[in-house]
């Protein structure tokens, strides 16, 4: 169906704290980055889906104010743990008009709902690029996930703005319950979305490790 994204760069503000050294700062070319590898990641699940199947159709909206637009926040997001997040979120959440809760889960659903009746589509939630355009290893600080993050089920995913384009496809395979499949995500017992779907193309399927089954992991953007 039509699904709303919405793309938010956030811009360390200029007051410097123990959580703001304001290392990173956007500019048109960066920004411009953002939104050729969000578009291309997007369209890799619209390419992919129509050559499965003419059964069913997606297109993507994607929202690019906040983009445009960047956030100001309080925290420069690579130069701290992943984790500071819940709270850096809420300096777009606020603005938004969406800290109803104090829980960001809430918060973000509400705010991802309030873009899904605007433009009148089926689904939504919501991308946070973080810039790392000056950060050594293109890496969180120790302390939570490296890199790239979601929440999976029309929630949001976090990713640095260094990764390519296929982290942005892999990510919002998460905004639809699907379940990472590399060795050490997860695992072939492991089940969710709304048809609790087992995860039988994770990497530890016990079949993949015997010759006799015949059967071997698919390619999968999720692996």
Do not use: C
Not at 86 to 101: E, H, M, Q, R, V
């Amino acid at each position: 169906g039509d699904v709303s994204v919405t793309v938010v760069l956030m811009e360390s503000n200029e007051v410097p704290s123990a959580v703001n050294d304001n290392s990173e700062t956007w500019t048109p070319a960066s920004i411009a980055a953002v939104k050729d590898k969000v578009l291309e990641g997007l369209q890799w699940w619209q390419t992919t889906l129509a050559d499965i199947t003419d059964k069913h159709s997606l297109n993507f909206q994607v929202d690019f104010t906040y983009t445009d637009k960047p956030v100001s926040t309080s925290y420069e997001p690579i130069a701290n743990p992943s984790t500071a997040f819940s709270s850096w979120i809420y300096d777009f959440l606020i603005p938004a008009g969406s800290n109803k809760t104090g829980d960001f889960n809430s918060d973000i659903r509400d705010f991802n709902d309030a873009q899904r009746a605007k433009y009148g589509t089926h689904w939504a939630f919501t991308i946070f690029v973080v810039n790392d355009e000056h950060d050594a290893d293109g890496k969180f600080a120790p302390g939570g996930f490296d890199r790239a993050f979601a929440f999976a089920g029309g929630r949001f995913f976090v990713t640095p703005a260094g990764r390519p384009a296929s982290t942005t496809a892999h990510e919002t395979g998460h905004m639809f319950w699907a379940l990472d499949e590399y060795a050490g995500g997860g695992t072939y017992t492991s089940s969710r979305g709304y048809y609790n779907t087992q995860n039988t193309n994770a990497a530890d399927n016990p079949a993949f490790r015997d010759p006799q089954s015949g059967q071997i992991q698919q390619p999968s953007i999720m692996a």
